[in-house]
């Protein structure tokens, strides 16, 4: 019997070299822009923020227009972002809610434009900016539950609106996926099947080097080596013949639009947990899905993918045996047999907003690292909306809550308000932040915003 351990920690482990393709890295990845694109002052309790559409930009300078399901969290200074499922988000375990915020995204700005939506609505002079802050306010009611009311008239019909007509849609494919992200088998086997699932008109299909050298190659159900392959189709992964083992991992790419109602968490370059975004709007941008696979002759061999469930709390990590002798493995201490053909699925319980690193071993030098920030709970516990800011301001800056960005460019010369959202140069606030509390008063900042709307909020 072969075993395998599992490294946990709140910090990092030392990686492997053979690391494999993980479920949580797969789909469209992008960097918080600076500023809102558009909207306007939103009270929130009793609060006074600025929402609206907030921008994150790809790897090749395409814009992704979102807006915030997770009102309580500052967003970090240049993080980056990633697409997942809502169950792996502050959606978790809201499908009603999650439904309806997607009804939104899909029938108002800026998927419907903001003339359109007033001939729609039967709404007067409404704005792009006005769209924009009702659209927020309407959905923080479903993803956070709370009482936001945009200030403008108009904004605040459009959210009375887009709140009552609303209905649960299903939640929206992965703009790009490969499942299992794990497979593995004898050597000489077709390992998989592996269904591909893509926004994508095709999508292209590659080995890494290690593959390549082994002799790796990605066919039909058939044994037939193909490059690329379409929504819907099952892959599998050829692997060499003879007495060999090793590991590699099978790569897929394309270019799509992303699905509208995709979540997208985020951290910054310290792991610290950026405030969760849904995505409004796409322009085509590159994407990529990755399938490790591990094959050996004999023996234990494992296959282990991990998913967040944020209904849980937890990351679920489940090994699978495909090999003729029993796989065990250590997992938080705790030691687990999967018998040939057999599968077993550890939930590991890691704290809110806090990094986690693991690895899971097994033999002949398979090793697959498992990390990432847990982002689920859309209230931190520190920032509630229970205080309006001053109309004075302070004479200095201070930091956000929740290990946010930091001061602001400075502080305002009149009544200003807080932002829900931001990163690059200016860093953006939660936009109920308790700690923007200073004695005697709220610290009002003065933000600014990118675009035509370069102006400071006053």
């Given at each position: 019997?072969?075993a395998?351990?599992?490294?946990?920690s709140?910090?990092l482990t030392?990686?492997?070299?053979?690391?494999?393709a993980d479920?949580?890295?797969?789909g469209?990845?992008?960097?918080l822009?600076?500023?809102?694109?558009?909207?306007?002052?939103i009270?929130?309790d009793?609060?006074?923020?600025?929402?609206?559409?907030i921008?994150?930009?790809?790897g090749?300078?395409q814009?992704l227009?979102?807006?915030?399901i997770?009102?309580?969290?500052?967003t970090?200074?240049?993080a980056?972002?990633?697409?997942t499922?809502?169950?792996?988000s502050?959606?978790a375990?809201k499908?009603?809610?999650?439904?309806?915020?997607?009804w939104?995204?899909?029938n108002?700005?800026?998927?419907?434009s903001?003339?359109?939506l007033?001939?729609?609505?039967?709404?007067?002079g409404l704005?792009?900016?006005?769209?924009?802050?009702?659209t927020?306010a309407?959905?923080?009611?479903?993803s956070d539950?709370?009482?936001?009311?945009?200030?403008?008239?108009?904004?605040k019909?459009?959210?009375?609106?887009?709140?009552?007509k609303a209905v649960?849609l299903?939640?929206?494919?992965p703009?790009?996926?490969?499942?299992?992200?794990s497979v593995?088998g004898?050597?000489?086997?077709?390992l998989?099947?592996i269904?591909v699932t893509?926004?994508?008109?095709?999508?292209?299909?590659a080995?890494?080097?290690?593959g390549t050298?082994?002799?790796?190659t990605v066919?039909d159900k058939?044994?037939?080596?193909?490059?690329?392959a379409?929504?819907?189709?099952?892959i599998?992964?050829?692997?060499?013949?003879?007495?060999t083992?090793g590991?590699?991992t099978i790569?897929a790419s394309?270019?799509?639009q992303v699905s509208?109602?995709?979540a997208?968490?985020g951290v910054?370059?310290d792991?610290?947990h950026?405030?969760?975004?849904?995505?409004a709007g796409s322009?085509a941008?590159p994407?990529?899905?990755g399938?490790?696979?591990?094959?050996?002759?004999?023996?234990?061999i494992?296959?282990?993918?991990?998913k967040?469930?944020c209904?849980?709390?937890?990351?679920?990590v489940?090994?699978?045996?495909n090999g003729?002798?029993?796989?065990t493995?250590t997992?938080?201490n705790?030691t687990?047999?999967?018998k040939?053909?057999?599968t077993?699925?550890?939930?590991?319980?890691?704290?809110?907003?806090?990094?986690y690193h693991?690895t899971?071993t097994?033999?002949n030098?398979f090793?697959?690292?498992?990390?990432?920030?847990l982002?689920?709970k859309?209230?931190t516990g520190?920032?509630?909306?229970s205080?309006t800011?001053?109309?004075t301001?302070?004479s200095?800056p201070s930091?956000?809550?929740?290990g946010?960005?930091g001061?602001s460019?400075?502080?305002?010369t009149?009544?200003?308000?807080?932002?829900?959202?931001?990163?690059?140069?200016?860093?953006?606030?939660a936009?109920?932040?308790?700690a923007?509390?200073?004695?005697?008063?709220g610290?009002?900042?003065?933000l600014?915003r990118r675009?035509?709307?370069?102006?400071t909020?006053?």
């Amino acid at each position: 019997m072969l075993a395998s351990s599992v490294a946990l920690s709140a910090g990092l482990t030392t990686a492997g070299a053979a690391v494999a393709a993980d479920a949580n890295t797969s789909g469209t990845k992008a960097v918080l822009m600076d500023g809102l694109k558009h909207g306007e002052a939103i009270k929130v309790d009793n609060r006074m923020v600025e929402g609206g559409i907030i921008q994150l930009k790809t790897g090749d300078h395409q814009t992704l227009d979102t807006y915030c399901i997770d009102l309580h969290n500052p967003t970090q200074r240049g993080a980056t972002y990633q697409e997942t499922g809502w169950e792996s988000s502050s959606l978790a375990g809201k499908p009603e809610q999650a439904g309806k915020i997607r009804w939104i995204l899909q029938n108002s700005y800026p998927q419907v434009s903001a003339a359109q939506l007033a001939k729609n609505t039967g709404i007067q002079g409404l704005s792009e900016d006005a769209a924009a802050a009702g659209t927020q306010a309407a959905i923080w009611h479903f993803s956070d539950g709370a009482n936001a009311v945009p200030q403008d008239g108009q904004a605040k019909q459009l959210t009375d609106y887009l709140t009552d007509k609303a209905v649960k849609l299903e939640e929206p494919k992965p703009t790009l996926s490969l499942a299992p992200t794990s497979v593995s088998g004898k050597s000489g086997a077709l390992l998989g099947p592996i269904t591909v699932t893509s926004n994508g008109a095709s999508v292209d299909l590659a080995v890494d080097a290690d593959g390549t050298k082994a002799g790796l190659t990605v066919t039909d159900k058939n044994g037939k080596a193909i490059t690329s392959a379409k929504s819907g189709d099952e892959i599998y992964a050829k692997a060499p013949g003879g007495g060999t083992h090793g590991t590699a991992t099978i790569k897929a790419s394309t270019s799509a639009q992303v699905s509208i109602g995709r979540a997208f968490t985020g951290v910054n370059a310290d792991n610290v947990h950026s405030q969760t975004l849904i995505l409004a709007g796409s322009e085509a941008v590159p994407v990529t899905a990755g399938v490790s696979v591990n094959w050996a002759p004999a023996g234990p061999i494992p296959a282990v993918t991990n998913k967040v469930d944020c209904v849980q709390g937890a990351v679920v990590v489940t090994a699978t045996n495909n090999g003729d002798q029993d796989y065990t493995f250590t997992l938080n201490n705790k030691t687990y047999t999967v018998k040939p053909g057999g599968t077993t699925s550890v939930p590991v319980k890691v704290e809110e907003d806090k990094p986690y690193h693991f690895t899971v071993t097994g033999p002949n030098g398979f090793k697959q690292d498992i990390q990432g920030v847990l982002n689920c709970k859309t209230d931190t516990g520190t920032t509630t909306p229970s205080s309006t800011p001053s109309a004075t301001p302070s004479s200095t800056p201070s930091s956000s809550t929740g290990g946010g960005t930091g001061s602001s460019t400075g502080g305002s010369t009149g009544g200003g308000l807080a932002f829900t959202g931001g990163g690059g140069e200016t860093p953006w606030l939660a936009g109920i932040a308790g700690a923007l509390l200073v004695a005697g008063g709220g610290a009002v900042f003065a933000l600014r915003r990118r675009g035509r709307h370069g102006r400071t909020s006053a």
